[in-house]
């Protein structure tokens, strides 16, 4: 009887804990499809009285949230292709390579999770500044092309390959970067979809830094977009939650139909090594 009791609890504070962490989601979407200032009455409406498109519309054709979503899409593209490709050579090169100074350097990488990074944003900026990178999208690319928390991530699970592969490949006459490609890469797959999805969604939602790099409003992401659209529509809680729904729709989409591999890869890359 207890232990059903005890099963019961549990499950019903789940189930609650899970309705409290969905209802501001929930109420977001409900909002975006209400009439404009339906959202303002009091006690406010849960669901809207008469669903409607307007606030879509006004986005996407009158406030140009199309051309920020496409920024978006380009620069979260771009970092995370970027960032695989150097995070995984960097990754596998401090488990399996042997040249000097290996271990200091790694230390020195782990040494950088533990600096904050707006410590760095004024000398980086400066330094895009000094070789022409502000208000262009390589001073948001540049910066991300490769990450400490990304490198340790591969490291850790390169770790765990079997060092018996590399060498029968050389006895083969492989070269290194064919053994990275063929042998590797394929070993490597649980830890890119991991790393992949971590990469994209921190670059879709980053804020802090593409508002300091892109001055130039033809080049804002969508969190940038957003942002300068709530100072002149202030208080349009609608056309906000349509603009919220369109930033948080595409990256939960992804994480939900790729959440298996990415919470695999990173209990597998926590353990290996």
Known sequence: MMPRMAKVIINGLLIGGTIVALFPLLWMLSVSFMQPSAASALPPPL?????TFYNYELLFLRAGVGSYLLNSLFVSTAITVLSLAINLMAGYAFAKLRFAGRQQLFKTVIGMLVIPAQVAMLPLFLMLKYIGLVNNYGGVIVPAMSTAFGIF??????RGIPDE???AARIDGAGEFR????????LLKPIMVTLAIFTFLTA???FMWPLIVLTGQGHYTLPLGLASLAREHATDTELMMAGSVVTVLPVLV???ALQRYYLEGLL???VKG
């Open 179 to 186: 053994i990275f490609v063929q042998i590797v890469l394929p």
């Open 204 to 206: 879709w939602n980053d």
């Open 153 to 158: 991530l591969v490291r850790q699970y390169a």
């Open 254 to 256: 992804l994480f939900l």
């Open 165 to 167: 592969l590399m060498e």
């Open 268 to 270: 597998i890359g926590s």
């Open 47 to 51: 669901l809207p009285a008469h669903a």
